[in-house]
């Protein structure tokens, strides 16, 4: 399978440093705040790549930290007169909690910042030794990108461009302006924790580092997180990883394009966000994961609520199918004779399985997963359709199961949605044949006996109107007349 590698700018065959095993790593977020649907975005793009190589048969060690110390952090607890341990804690939750509504799998793996203080220690120590990092006499310790000779490899920049083109922050005890502090020393009134170079705290590029090499160890197979991070984060990571263990951090890496809104990066610095909790109170985890996948991961996203709108409706087209394609195979008699139409139909499973792994495989196409599984779903209706009547119950099942499994790989769960409605479907069934109507579903053969009492209504035609009431009463049914209309239920 081909995995683009931002490394390289492009498509390598995936190979594993261990056959069969993938070990990777997603930067987590800083727990200051709810996460907004471009985070969001970026997380759900490496449970879907996480997700498919497990559907493929890799053993996945997938492990994502919590920044639960940094600048934003202690400036929000300054700001509540809270503890920053308080509001990494509060925040931390909240994360979890939304990703689990969001169907993101855990972690194996979940490292937070404060509590590998240790092996940052270390990291830096080492870096220390070797000659590529250097204490100051503030109390910080600066890596020093000069003394690492493929600085830049990552985000394809060198330092003169950079020194050149950007501003940096001025500060005197710094060798070069691009030097970065992997120990930043404390300020009063901060979370800091002793060391050899004075109380102080780790910095960011320096977390990530450390907890990759003692948790998975390195190079790791995969490393990820949202483009936004190539430089300097991910940058500045790897120049530490390769001086201090003489090996690259990762052998690819995947980066995810930005959520954008009206043409603009969601962030929370230009408060045009909204957050993942906002959107999943509003809409279905499945919705918001059709809108997102049926983009390319590392292309942007524009987000709209009408394009989520939309979504909902895909959403409703694949639950209803199943639901149809089962309630069909439940009522279908078992003759076990094929017909043209099954045939299509089983033709037509096998592609949508067979056009869902080729696009998968190409570096993680979702928009042509979905693309295979909403053709499936074409098909089927069509068949539901037309073979009414004529119904061949293993090819109708496999349908349903193939749907529900595809969805899977890429995490909709359609298992709650298409639990099967309340009412006996071979009463319902029963009941709409009488009323002369052969419905593909449950609902629709109730709406079906409901529309044409309601149409004798209508023409004044009381007898039939009746006629259909007793015979929905005679099949154990009860016609209900309610504020919002007749309903259908059980005796
Ligand atoms: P942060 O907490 O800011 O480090 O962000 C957590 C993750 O979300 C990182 O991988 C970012 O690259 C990613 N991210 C931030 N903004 C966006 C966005 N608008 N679209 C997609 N990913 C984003
Ligand atoms: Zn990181």
């Not at 879907?48 to 060690?61: A, F, H, N, P």
């Not at 502090?181 to 102080?200: F, Q």
């Not at 394009?257 to 408060?271: D, P, T, V, Y």
């Not at 997963?369 to 539901?384: D, E, M, R, S």
């Amino acid at each position: 399978m081909l995995v683009y590698n931002s490394q390289v700018h492009r498509k390598q065959e995936l190979e594993p440093i261990e056959p069969g095993k993938i070990r990777m790593y997603v930067c987590g977020p800083t727990v200051y705040d709810q996460i907004h649907i471009g985070n969001g975005r970026t997380f759900l793009s490496f449970d879907v790549i996480r997700r498919y190589l497990m559907y493929k048969g890799y053993e996945v060690t997938f492990a994502q930290n919590l920044t639960d110390v940094d600048d934003k952090i202690i400036n929000r607890a300054n700001e509540q007169g809270r503890t920053a341990a308080e509001v990494a804690e509060e925040f931390s939750e909240k994360f979890i909690e939304q990703m689990h509504r969001f169907g993101i799998l855990d972690p194996d793996i979940r490292p937070r910042a404060t509590r590998e203080i240790e092996a940052m220690q270390e990291m830096i120590q080492l870096l220390i030794e070797q000659g590529n990092a250097y204490p100051v006499p503030s109390g910080d310790v600066y890596f020093s990108v000069r003394s690492d000779k493929a600085y830049g490899i990552l985000s394809g920049r060198d330092l003169d461009q950079l020194r050149a083109g950007e501003r940096v922050e001025v500060n005197d005890e710094k060798r070069d302006p691009f030097d970065f502090a992997l120990w930043k020393a404390a300020k009063p009134g901060e979370p800091s924790w002793p060391s050899p170079w004075g109380d102080g705290r780790p910095g960011w590029h320096t977390e990530c580092c450390a907890m990759i090499h003692r948790y998975l160890g390195t190079p790791i197979d995969i490393h990820g997180g949202g483009a936004d991070l190539v430089f300097p984060h991910h940058e500045n990571e790897t120049a530490q990883a390769m001086c201090a263990w003489h090996a690259p951090l990762a052998n690819v890496w995947m980066h995810t394009g930005m959520l954008q809104i009206n043409e603009e990066k969601m962030s929370k610095s230009l408060g045009n966000f909204y957050t993942l909790k906002e959107v999943l109170d509003r809409y279905p985890a499945n919705a918001v994961r059709i809108l997102m996948l049926q983009t390319h991961y590392r292309a942007p996203l524009d987000f709209s609520f009408d394009r989520l709108d939309g979504a909902v409706s895909s959403l409703e087209r694949l639950v209803g199918c199943v639901k149809n394609l089962r309630w069909a195979a439940e009522a279908a008699p078992q003759d076990g004779h094929l017909t043209e139409g099954d045939r299509v139909l089983g033709a037509a499973i096998d592609a949508a399985e067979r056009e869902f792994v080729a696009a998968m495989d190409d570096d993680f196409n979702t928009a042509g997963g979905i693309a295979a599984i909403f053709g499936l779903v074409t098909t089927a209706n069509k068949y539901l359709a037309e073979a009414a009547g004529s119904i061949e119950t293993s090819v109708t099942l496999r349908a349903a199961s193939t749907l529900v499994e595809l969805c899977s790989v890429l995490g909709i769960d359609l298992s709650k949605d298409t639990a099967q409605s309340e009412l006996p479907a071979e009463l319902v069934q029963l009941a709409a044949e009488r009323a002369g109507y052969a419905g593909t579903s449950p609902e629709e053969a109730a709406q079906a006996l409901i529309d044409a009492r309601q149409e004798a209504r209508a023409a004044r035609d009381w007898g039939t109107a009746d006629a259909i009431r007793d015979g929905i009463t005679a099949l154990g049914l009860v016609l209900e007349d309610t504020a919002a209309g007749a309903r259908l239920r059980r005796k």
